[in-house]
């Protein structure tokens, strides 16, 4: 089936989900990429953005954050962060529980200064995720 008409990032999910109930695979499917697809994917729709945590200001640190009343979904981390692998999942630690010598993320420039180098087998060796299938949706899946 050819899907090319009327598709966003929800419908997709509830297309997907609703054919994987059925006990159909997603292999069926071929769905176009118009506007809702290539125009409505931004970082809000994706929850991710990159942002300013802190700043030094004359040898001070400042926390730099947003939590702007319209949208708590927008609320920005603040300070000093440190990214950590618990249970499976990633956890971001903030202010004075952050560890940057045991964060996942690590400098790698500073004012202009190459602190780490790495091949790019290192970065993609670094970078591998064991997840399903994208096409597979958990809870779909579980109910079919």
């Known amino acids: ?26 292999d069926n499917m071929a769905f176009g990429s118009g506007g809702g697809l290539l ?7 994706q929850k991710c953005a990159f942002k300013c945590a802190m700043a030094v200001v004359d040898g001070e640190e400042r926390e730099v954050f947003k939590d702007p009343i319209t949208d708590p979904g927008k609320k920005s981390k ?14 971001t630690k903030m202010g004075a529980e952050a560890d940057e010598a045991t964060s996942a993320i690590q400098p790698v420039y500073e004012n202009g200064v190459l602190l780490s180098e790495c ?18 949706i958990p809870e779909a899946a579980a109910e079919a």
Request: hydrophobic letters at 40%.
């Open 78 to 91: 603040k300070g000093r962060l440190s990214v950590h692998q618990v249970d499976g999942g990633w956890v």
């Open 1 to 26: 089936m050819i899907w090319g008409d009327g598709i966003d990032y929800e419908s997709l999910q509830e297309i997907l989900s609703t054919i994987a109930a059925a006990g159909w695979s997603s």
């Open 39 to 45: 125009q409505k994917l931004n970082r809000d729709t």
């Open 119 to 136: 091949t790019w087998a290192e970065v993609t060796g670094r970078a591998a995720i064991a997840s399903p299938s994208p096409y597979v």
